[in-house]
């Protein structure tokens, strides 16, 4: 597992998820999000499963990757239970 190795919280699904639907609205594959956001395709995936805690940094270029503000894929998170 990677990240903590302590398992995914409700906290990292939830921002997977918004990751997931807006990269189905605009009908890209993980690849082709990982290329705009210049990180590898099996991020993408263990990102969109709550397998990962992303950075700032991260959470930066994949907004900008997905045409949205940072702010939309992390709102609500600070009320949902994890570490």
């Known amino acids: 597992m990677a990240g903590t190795g302590k398992g995914a919280t409700a906290r ?22 990982a290329y705009r956001a210049s990180i590898h395709r099996s991020y993408i995936a263990s990102l969109e ?4 805690n992303p950075s700032l940094d991260l959470i930066a270029r994949l907004a900008s990757a997905l045409g949205v503000d940072a ?5 609500g998170t600070q009320d949902v239970p994890g570490r």
């Open 12 to 33: 990292q699904r939830l921002f997977g998820d918004r990751v997931r639907q807006r990269r189905n609205e605009l009908g890209l594959s993980q690849e082709a999000l």
């Open 49 to 52: 499963s709550g397998q990962r």
């Open 71 to 75: 702010a939309e894929l992390v709102r």
